[in-house]
């Protein structure tokens, strides 16, 4: 009789690995080719904004930004010009970034939420594409220029810009 039930123990515990393994393979099959995140993605930073005498705002990210595989350097800029009348703004988004893992290309998206000290949204640019990042731990530049519309009367009571990233 006890020879009877280790069967059954021993039978049951080789279904069970043999269904461990097979959702395993299965799961591997699933992900293979993706990238493996090393940081949460999207990310996001709370950066501080400041004026220049001419009313422009910028908002330097002051500490690396990882994303996923990227990374995105302290030093990257995010720069809005005083609106027109009608509230068109240019901008100037420069940035430096590597990636430390890639299968084809990584690209950094950046979005930046324009907003008041008590988190008002005054303006969103983005998504906005960065460099194709092709090899591993080369560090890419670029500047992406553009407008947009922010509203002329809350420009001026802009403190921070939420940046978000994906990688």
Known sequence: MSRTISKLRVG???????????????LTAMTAGLASASAPNPGFRTVAAGFD???????????????????????????VTKPTANGVVFFNWHAQAFTAHTNNAD?????????????????????????????????????VPGNATFDPALFGAITQVVWRGEC
């Not at 690995?17 to 393979?25: H, I, Y």
């Not at 930004?65 to 030093?75: E, I, K, P, Q, W």
């Not at 194709?132 to 890419?140: A, K, S």
């Open 12 to 26: 049951v515990r080789a279904r069970r690995s043999a269904a461990v393994l097979f959702a395993a393979g299965v």
């Open 53 to 79: 005498a001419s009313g422009n705002v910028t908002s330097v990210l002051p500490v690396n930004f990882a994303v996923g595989d990227c990374t995105l350097f302290n030093g990257s800029t995010i720069a």
């Open 107 to 143: 690209i950094w998206h950046g979005t930046f939420t324009f907003k008041t000290a008590f988190g008002t949204v005054i303006g969103t640019i983005g998504p906005l594409d960065g460099a194709r990042m092709t090899q591993i731990n080369h560090v890419y530049s670029w500047d």
